[in-house]
């Protein structure tokens, strides 16, 4: 079974700092993926990374995927409030033909003005 | 429409009662998978479909869970005789493949509350 562990799971700062998720396993991903739920509506995709090493930037936001395909972390800069909610990683499992994605258990992030 | 949608986006009911969700996907998108979240926990796969094949039931908990879709159209999840542990949000995500990985898009999902 392949396992994704995200951390910190909660997340409180202020207006302007920046931050860094982690999201770690042991197994190697085909491709891995961010994701922002807001409350009450269902994920939306930020980004997928499917290089080892891979960096994409996406305005304050930035991506990284490990160099071994097992990790990833998402960092942000000058945190403004509209960057509030759950950020959720997701793995797509080597192997040709694999359809599944393994999700994190997510970061809630609390950005204050 | 636009976006997956699902149905009811609140759904409350008593322990034993059966319970009916609906996704109606994307047009167009062969793929369609079932996930719950449980509060502060991350998504849990329950069944994927894809065209006509014979369904990924894998991520079942149990025999009281079931879904069925027609072609490429809607999909129901069904639960019966409905148990306090089952509370969670259920999620429907329909899918396209593109060079990049799969994209998954979601539904608001439905909050069911078993009492």
């Known amino acids: 079974t392949q396992l994704l562990e995200q951390s910190p799971q909660f997340l409180s700062i202020q207006e302007g700092e920046n931050l860094t998720v982690y999201c770690n396993s042991s197994s190697v991903f085909s491709s891995l993926q961010w994701y922002r739920q807001e409350p009450g509506e269902g994920p939306v995709l930020l980004v997928t990374v499917v290089t080892g090493g891979e960096v994409k930037k996406l305005k304050r936001l930035t991506f990284q995927f490990g160099d071994a395909r097992k990790d990833s972390s998402l960092h942000i800069t000058a945190a403004q409030p509209g960057d509030t909610g759950l950020y959720l990683c997701a793995g797509g499992p080597s192997g040709a033909g694999s359809y599944q994605l393994t999700f994190g258990k997510g970061t809630k992030l609390s950005v204050i003005p | 429409g636009a976006g997956v949608s699902q149905s009811p986006s609140n759904k409350v009911t008593e322990k034993g009662k059966d319970v009916e969700l609906r996704c109606d996907p994307i047009?167009?998108?062969?793929?369609l998978y079932w996930y719950r979240q449980r509060l502060g926990q991350g998504l849990e796969f329950l069944i994927y479909?894809?065209?006509?094949?014979?369904?990924?039931k894998s991520g079942l908990p149990s025999d009281r869970f079931s879904a069925e879709r027609t072609g490429e159209s809607v999909s129901t999840l069904t639960i019966q005789r409905t148990q306090q542990e089952d509370s969670a949000v259920y999620l429907c995500a329909s899918r396209v493949s593109g060079s990049r990985g799969d994209t998954q898009y979601f539904g608001p999902g439905t909050r069911l509350t078993v009492l």
């Open positions: 479909f894809q065209g006509n094949s014979a369904p990924d």
């Open positions: 047009s167009g998108h062969t793929a």
